[in-house]
């Protein structure tokens, strides 16, 4: 069991290009969320899913998309990226009625 | 969401109790207390919640006043392991047909010491 994977770890991309992050989980769980972390910062919530093929925006979601084609996982996309997109974004899912939401280890992303 | 207010940094002795105080005095009655924490560079982890009763877990105890105004994380005997931002959030216990989603603050820097 290995909980909530997310691929990859680290990352450096250029102004304007794009990439997808992945997040993956093996709980079976309904929902799924994307938020992101800057320096000296909470947590904010870019997108998130209640289960398998929806998607709704959270806090911050421009500049970014989201599929959720299978149930256990969640991609984040990035179209252009932009220096303002530099931080670390971390994946959670939380079953339905539990309190407990379960993160990966995060994806460090640099935009020069 | 209520607000929460936690001081920014605290320090404890390793082998000591390190207890947390956390504000919510806007909370309202159906707004549950859960804390998380987030050891360096890793995802936040779940540590425990609660809605007006004492709660105990194997990581740590909570004590919610009884007017639900303030609480205090308590880590019974503090590790170097526990050195991590400790993060108190109050929600609304939902299950399903809404986002489910935490709201981060700053929470508080523990620094546990030898």
């Known amino acids: 069991n290995a909980g909530v994977t997310q691929t990859p770890k680290f990352r450096v991309l250029k102004t304007g290009q794009s990439m997808t992050l992945l997040c993956a989980q093996d709980m079976n769980h309904e929902y799924m969320y994307w938020y992101r972390q800057d320096p000296g910062m909470g947590l904010r919530l870019i997108h998130y899913?209640?289960?398998?093929?929806?998607?709704a925006k959270g806090e911050v979601p421009d500049g970014y998309n989201v599929s959720r084609l299978k149930k256990q996982n969640f991609l984040l996309g990035l179209e252009s990226a932009a220096p303002s997109q530099t931080s670390v974004y971390f994946c959670?899912?939380?079953?339905?009625?539990?309190?407990?939401?379960?993160f990966g280890p995060g994806t460090r992303l640099t935009v020069t | 969401d209520a607000k929460t207010t936690q001081p920014p940094s605290m320090d404890c002795a390793e082998g000591r109790a390190a207890n947390l105080p956390c504000n919510h005095s806007t909370i309202s009655g159906n707004e549950y207390v859960y804390w998380y924490r987030q050891i360096h560079s890793q995802g936040p982890q779940y540590i425990i919640h609660g809605l007006k009763n004492n709660e105990t877990n194997e990581m740590a105890s909570l004590i919610i006043t009884e007017d639900r105004k303030s609480s205090t994380l308590i880590l019974p005997h503090a590790t170097l392991r526990d050195t991590a931002v400790y993060y108190c959030?109050?929600?609304?216990?939902?299950?399903?047909?809404?986002?489910?989603?935490?709201?981060f603050g700053k929470g508080t820097k523990l620094s546990v010491k030898p």
């Open positions: 959030i109050v929600r609304v216990k939902d299950y399903g047909g809404s986002q489910g989603n935490l709201i």
């Open positions: 899913s209640v289960g398998e093929g929806t998607t």
């Open positions: 959670a899912s939380r079953a339905g009625g539990s309190y407990e939401q379960y």
